[in-house]
């Protein structure tokens, strides 16, 4: 399976309890959906979990990963990423994007000129942020990702048009 193929759907933040339950954080817009993706593997898809949710917890849910019974062995697992299967994924409305779909997008302004490539997203709560990074540029364009900033994601033909506020574009 190749990068693409894999969506990241959360992450462990380590043991809850003593009987090998960990603490998940669901990356999911339904939190709990992330048991519908399993098994879910890490990043270089050496190992993979099936997932029971238990309950929520604070930060989190807690869950039962297959093959994890200690809580030494879920505590090795803290900061592991899970991803799913892009398959088993919902397909997303038109204006919806998976993260990792944006990754290496191109983006350009309204006028054409190359402004860089997509190389990070964050979401600090209130929206997500698209990094970009381009030749001449001491430090990242951070875009918000609203419609007005970013009135055009073309995922066929790999690019993003971006409208950034003139500021933005100077540094």
């Given at each position: 399976?190749?990068?693409?193929d894999?969506?990241?759907?959360?992450?462990i933040?380590g043991?809850?309890g003593?009987?090998?339950?960990?603490?998940l954080k669901s990356?999911?817009s339904?939190?709990?959906a992330i048991a519908?993706?399993a098994?879910?593997c890490?990043e270089?898809?050496k190992?993979s979990?099936?997932?029971k949710i238990?309950?929520?917890?604070?930060g989190g849910l807690?869950?039962?990963?297959?093959?994890?019974?200690?809580?030494?062995?879920?505590?090795?697992?803290?900061?592991?990423?899970l991803?799913?299967?892009?398959?088993?994924l919902?397909?997303l409305?038109?204006?919806e994007f998976y993260?990792a779909d944006?990754?290496?997008?191109?983006?350009?302004?309204?006028?054409?000129a190359?402004?860089?490539?997509?190389?990070a997203i964050?979401n600090?709560g209130?929206?997500d942020?698209?990094?970009?990074?381009g030749?001449g540029?001491?430090a990242?364009?951070l875009l918000?990702?609203?419609?007005a900033?970013?009135?055009?994601?073309?995922?066929?033909a790999?690019?993003?048009?971006?409208d950034?506020p003139?500021?933005e574009t100077q540094?």
């Amino acid at each position: 399976m190749s990068g693409t193929d894999r969506i990241c759907v959360g992450a462990i933040a380590g043991a809850f309890g003593v009987r090998g339950e960990v603490r998940l954080k669901s990356f999911c817009s339904e939190p709990d959906a992330i048991a519908d993706y399993a098994p879910l593997c890490t990043e270089d898809g050496k190992r993979s979990f099936t997932v029971k949710i238990t309950r929520a917890v604070p930060g989190g849910l807690a869950a039962r990963l297959g093959g994890v019974r200690t809580r030494e062995e879920a505590e090795a697992l803290r900061g592991v990423a899970l991803y799913a299967d892009r398959s088993k994924l919902p397909s997303l409305p038109d204006d919806e994007f998976y993260h990792a779909d944006l990754i290496g997008l191109e983006v350009l302004d309204t006028g054409g000129a190359r402004l860089g490539k997509v190389t990070a997203i964050y979401n600090h709560g209130a929206g997500d942020i698209l990094e970009v990074q381009g030749p001449g540029r001491k430090a990242a364009l951070l875009l918000p990702f609203t419609k007005a900033i970013v009135p055009t994601v073309d995922l066929a033909a790999g690019r993003i048009i971006a409208d950034p506020p003139e500021e933005e574009t100077q540094a």
